[in-house]
């Protein structure tokens, strides 16, 4: 089947509740790409509306971690939207055949989405549908996100709820603020990105219910079992900065440009410090204990360029000593003022009485 033609469909590799994706292949450029099709049974206005709304969303993000939008059209009534072709699978696959992902492999995952994360942060464009099944990866393991579907710009008074009062998005990684009727933000894709880690790291999503109300409450009030108590091989620093994206407080979570920085510096593995150099004539100091411990990260809603730095239990400061000096302090300055002071007295008196 040939789609505006110019694009041969294929097969179908993949289908959601608006549309289906379909391996394509463009007939003029000689390239392959996927296709994705709006279902006839929701061709109605608001479906239309949304599917375009998607493909203007993408459009303006060009990033090598996130999926490229091509060309939008309508056939047979149809809109269509024509996409890059990842040639790989979902995170959603990779964990199914492989199992929880080793820390390695997690933190690419992690820096990736996140750098994708905040391209679109940039340009004032909130996910709003993070979830394993919208991180593709090619067949070189390079992280993409996807399915800007129900993304919405920061502005959008809209971005909450749906005319219906329904929370749109996946309920295992939908934020705390979500969940009570507060429009999303980029704070709210972090936490989903978040319970994502989670569940790569895990196995299973850090909260899971039989009711949607269970679980909606659960992302508002419960604490996330930390990933080794349920069997994660992590590294301490990894696992504390992980949490923090779970937070339940918008604030208190990084931002996407942090956590990429943050992944990016391999403070997740919890090496040592270097030492810093030494410099001629200059004196170590010995620093006070409280300097042993990792900077504390910046406050999210400030602007920084440097990895932020967790308390991971596995940094190591070591100091230097500094050299013995010679020569007299504090008491011992104080004994030869007063045994001066008893020979002066002494050497005084017995003058006199020779006198």
């Known amino acids: 089947m040939l789609v505006a033609d110019?694009?041969?469909?294929?097969a179908v590799i993949g289908r959601g509740g608006m549309g289906e994706v379909w391996r394509a292949h463009d007939e003029v450029l000689g390239r392959p790409v996927a296709v994705k099709l709006l279902l006839n049974d929701t061709a109605d206005a608001s479906a239309e509306a949304r599917f375009r709304l998607e493909a203007q969303t993408s459009?303006?993000?060009?990033?090598p971690h996130v999926v490229g939008t091509l060309d939008f059209g309508a056939r047979d009534g149809r809109c269509f939207l024509v996409m890059e072709l990842i040639d790989g699978d979902s995170l959603a696959g990779e964990l199914a055949s492989g199992g929880p992902l080793a820390p390695e492999r997690l933190a690419q995952v992690a820096q990736q989405a996140a750098e994708g994360l905040a391209a679109a942060h940039a340009q004032g464009i909130v996910h709003r549908d993070i979830k394993p099944g919208n991180l593709l990866s090619d067949r070189?393991?390079?992280?993409?996100?996807?399915?800007?579907?129900?993304a919405r710009f920061v502005d959008d008074p809209s971005a909450g709820l749906t005319t219906t009062g329904q929370i749109v998005g996946t309920g295992l990684y939908l934020a705390p603020e979500r969940a009570i009727g507060t429009p999303a933000s980029a704070a709210s894709d972090l936490y989903s990105l978040g319970c994502v880690l989670y569940q790569l790291a895990v196995g299973r999503p850090p909260f899971e219910s039989q009711t949607a109300t269970m679980l909606l409450y659960q992302h508002v009030d419960a604490v996330p079992v930390p990933p080794h108590q349920r069997g994660a091989a992590l590294p301490p620093a990894f696992?504390?900065?992980l949490l923090s994206m779970l937070a339940k407080r918008p604030e208190e979570r990084p931002t996407a440009r942090q956590?990429?920085?943050?992944?990016?510096?391999?403070?997740?593995?919890?090496?040592p410090a270097p030492l810093p150099p030494e410099q001629r004539g200059a004196r170590p100091a010995l620093h006070p204990a409280s300097d042993a411990l990792p900077a504390p990260r910046p406050r999210h809603g400030a602007a920084s360029t440097a990895a932020p730095v967790l308390d991971s239990g596995w940094n190591t400061t070591v100091h230097r000593v500094p050299p013995r000096r010679t020569g007299l302090r504090g008491d011992s300055r104080l004994i030869v003022l007063v045994g001066g002071a008893v020979l002066f007295v002494t050497a005084l008196l017995l003058g006199m009485a020779l006198f």
């Open 6 to 10: 110019r694009y041969r469909l294929d």
């Open 140 to 150: 070189a393991g390079v992280i993409r996100i996807g399915d800007f579907g129900i």
């Open 259 to 271: 956590a990429a920085d943050w992944f990016r510096s391999g403070a997740w593995r919890g090496a």
């Open 59 to 63: 459009a303006r993000l060009h990033h």
């Open 239 to 241: 696992e504390a900065y």
